[in-house]
């Protein structure tokens, strides 16, 4: 039972912060321009890919450092000459251009590598156990995913927290004419947040694609929980993405591992019902099967008794 | 320092200002009065790149009309605006160095000098922004732009909602930042410090300049005190 927790813990923490590495530049961009990024998985597919093939020529690590680096360049230049032109016309022009992107970052991923899984695979270097506990081993891989993860959400809120150039971000997220008249180039600053989010989609895609598979889905396997981290954690608020990621993490990866039936947690409340009942199927899924839709039941729970989110507030 | 021809703005089909025409010298201190809607405010928006311009706003001797905000800030115009518009969530240091343009070159004044002249501002420097009263808010607003260096600053109403001790605090630092070489444009709808503090003032009525002179010659101008600015 302890290894169950101890190893269910552990995977929670690696999917919790690899989410919270997409959610963070998500819950970033929606602060400043006050759309959601309907495209941001999209990024994270690219980095994965783009990791993919520089790999193939100069090893892991060298995919590692460029493939974000390409992402946010990529991005910023989405913002200049994408976002930035739309944003005239307002959030459902905004919408609907960042559906679009979605849609054509997926087609030309599928045109330019193709539709089959792609043998993307982590470095020779932590092929080996961190650990063996309980007879069951940790791959260091997934060590290095979560320093990794843990490493950036450190910079980054330091960078947010102490830096002068955090403190123009958080101003200008809430002030940004404010901002501008004391002489800060507003439209610069969200260029380069919008870069910095896509790069950090793009990393999370690097170091999840040798374990999660790098395929043409992937960007839909992950979209629409970031959404939920994003609006559970509440909308515009870091902290709030944190905790969420590694809640929706956490969560997922201990209905996982248990192997927990409907039937036994409603025997706990004295409720059984009979084979022959209509719904005996529901009743009787277990844990691992329900997993997928907790994100969306925690969502649908959050908006009833906290529609702000756990530390979003509401707007004046 | 400031030369504003012939400008018009509009919001939306409302034409806001019909063709103003001021200017302010070096180390002036000039009030803009007048009644609320008549387009005080909109003249500092205006010339500061927040509502479109027509017309044109020389700066320093460049145009300045359909430039970005940042880049006129970066030119050393500075603007304190009427709703104070202090960072709540930020601390009163964390407030001051947003003001500063750059890191590198030291203006005209420091944190520790502000903090000097407003030892409030100094016993709160880590305290939110959004805590402070009205007062040192305005205090903080004033301050943060000063931080930026600037040749001229504009500021609206900075005395609405104050206390009269507070508003005697106002006057005298607009008074020192003038005697520091800095031009100022005040855009008031009370009188008393425009009065006061200012070497010149213009008044304006339906989006236009409709009187320019000294505090000494409208006090003398019953008419134009009667029709512009008394409610």
Known sequence: ?316 | MLEVSNLHAYYGKSHILQGVNFNVQKGEIVSLLGRNGVGRSTTVKTIMGEVAPQGSIKFKGLEIAGKESFEIAHLGLGYVPENRDIFPSLTVRQNLILGMKSTQTQGRWTIDEMFRMFPNLGERADVEGGVLSGGEQQMLCMCRTLMGDPDMIMIDEPTEGLAPKIVEQVANLLQEIARRGVAILLVEQKLSIALKISHRLYVMGHGKIVYEGTADSLMGEDAVRAEWLEV
Request: proline residues 4%.
């Open chain 1, 1 to 316: 039972m302890l290894e169950v927790l101890i190893f269910a813990t552990l995977n929670g923490l690696v999917t919790g912060l690899l989410l919270f590495m997409l959610a963070s530049g998500l819950t970033l961009i929606f602060s400043m321009m006050g759309v959601l990024n309907f495209a941001h998985a999209s990024f994270y597919m690219l980095g994965a890919y783009f990791a993919f093939s520089i790999s193939q020529y100069l090893g892991f690590w060298a995919g590692l450092i460029f493939a974000p680096l390409i992402v946010g360049s990529v991005g910023a230049l989405v913002e200049r000459y994408g976002l930035r032109r739309v944003h005239k016309s307002g959030h459902v022009a905004e919408l609907v251009f960042t559906f679009g992107l979605a849609f054509l970052v997926e087609e030309a991923i599928q045109f330019i590598w193709g539709r089959d899984t792609k043998n993307y695979q982590s470095p020779d270097i932590l092929d080996f156990p961190l650990f063996t506990l309980f007879g069951q081993e940790f791959s260091a891989y997934r060590g290095f995913m979560i320093a990794i993860s843990l490493g950036i959400f450190i910079c980054l809120y330091r960078v947010l927290t102490r830096s002068r150039i955090g403190i123009i971000i958080q101003a200008a997220i809430t002030h940004p004419n404010t901002v501008a008249n004391l002489g800060h180039n507003v439209p610069l600053i969200f260029m380069g947040v919008f870069g910095v989010g896509t790069a950090l989609a793009g990393l999370a895609g690097v170091i999840a694609g040798p374990v999660l598979t790098t395929f043409p889905g992937m960007a839909a396997v992950l979209g629409s929980i970031v959404f939920v981290i994003v609006v559970i954690g509440g909308l515009g608020s870091l902290a709030g993405a944190f905790i969420a990621s590694l809640l929706i993490g956490l969560l997922q990866s201990y209905a996982i591992a248990s192997d927990v039936g409907m039937p036994e947690l409603l025997n706990l409340i004295g409720v059984s019902f009979e084979s022959s009942h209509p719904l005996n199927d529901l009743w009787t899924l277990t844990l691992p099967q329900v997993a997928p839709i907790l994100p969306f039941l925690l969502l649908v729970l959050v908006l009833i008794f906290r529609p702000t989110g756990l530390l979003g507030k509401r707007e004046e």
